[in-house]
């Protein structure tokens, strides 16, 4: 079945960077976009970026440009999403999320906690 | 980044009727914003239930059902049931396919 399957949690200082990682199985890992999407601790979602997984095209918000990078491995099926000079507002969930044939967001990673603190 | 607003709480008697809304600071929302309404129970992943504001997933329970209601996204729940308690977000898509979640709305089915 069609499973997106996240690194595990991440402790860093503030200034550092951080990478989690998006595995993708049961299905052509070129055939769906993938979104990232972020929920800091009681807060809302909020939406960080999206990648082209075929030619590795990206867009981000606004808001993380020039800090977050968006990759992807076609040989391991795998996205990155790495955030530069995290800060303690950076501390929260990051999901991957993936698009269907019809309608997007259709299947979830189980998320990544990463915790920025000193 | 635009600006996207929701109720942060409603509440509803079981078997009742509720209706969540999604409004953007820049104007109307229309179908080009593509709206998307969520549910999330603690400590889950987000699971998607409306896309381009009134269709429908295969898991998405038939009480559920998506508009536009006088400039706004919506989002109506007839029939709640007790295991429909969640947080619910809504999200519209902007220039550039850039996406903005809304505050989001904590349902409580009392």
């Known amino acids: 079945q069609v499973q997106l399957v996240q690194s595990g949690a991440e402790v860093k200082k503030p200034g550092a960077s951080v990478k989690v990682s998006c595995k993708a199985s049961?299905?052509?890992?070129?055939?769906?976009?993938l979104h990232w999407v972020r929920q800091a601790p009681g807060q809302g979602l909020e939406w960080m970026g999206i990648i082209n997984p075929s030619g590795g095209s990206t867009i981000h918000a606004q808001k993380f440009q020039g800090r977050v990078i968006m990759t992807r491995d076609t040989s391991t099926s795998t996205v990155y999403m790495e955030l530069s000079s995290l800060i303690s507002e950076d501390t929260g969930v990051y999901y991957c999320?993936?698009?269907?044939?019809?309608?997007?967001?259709?299947?979830w990673g189980e998320g990544t906690m990463v915790t920025v603190s000193s | 980044q635009a600006v996207v607003t929701q109720e942060p709480s409603l509440t509803v008697s079981p078997g009742g009727t509720v209706t969540l809304t999604c409004g953007s600071a820049t104007g109307a929302v229309t179908s080009g914003h593509f709206p998307y309404w969520f549910q999330q129970k603690p400590g889950q992943a987000p699971r998607t239930l409306v896309y381009d504001t009134s269709k429908k997933y295969s898991w998405t329970p038939a009480r559920f059902s998506g508009s536009l209601l006088r400039g706004k996204a919506a989002l109506t729940l007839s029939g709640a049931q007790p295991e429909d308690e969640a947080d619910y977000y809504c999200?519209?898509?902007?220039?550039?396919?850039?996406?903005?979640f809304g505050g989001g709305t904590k349902l409580t089915v009392l």
């Open positions: 999200l519209l898509s902007y220039t550039g396919a850039r996406r903005v």
């Open positions: 999320a993936r698009d269907g044939a019809e309608g997007l967001f259709q299947v």
């Open positions: 049961g299905y052509t890992f070129t055939s769906y976009y």
